[in-house]
């Protein structure tokens, strides 16, 4: 699974967008996003705006690749 996550501060719908088109040109569906409070909801891959801190730490551990934005709270917890 590739997890996108851009945060719970500061939505990136421009992230959030350019990984859903990826995911629909490129026919997966192993893609789960954390989008923050965008303005721009995904049609192709799955979403939630939040994620408790059990569910996201649950979504790190299953993902074979993270993809976020530059906070430093989600680094902290991918390493």
Known sequence: MIF???GAQIPF???IRVVDQ?????GRDDVFAQIGEGAW???YIEWTAMLSPIDFRERM????SVTKSA????????I
Do not use: G
Request: aromatic residues 4%; positive net charge; hydrophobic residues 35%.
């Open 22 to 26: 990826w995911a629909a040109r490129n």
């Open 71 to 78: 906070t430093s709270k989600t680094q902290s917890t991918a």
């Open 41 to 43: 909801c995904p049609e």
């Open 61 to 64: 551990r299953e993902a074979a």
């Open 4 to 6: 996108v996550t851009v």
């Open 13 to 15: 719908d421009r992230l």
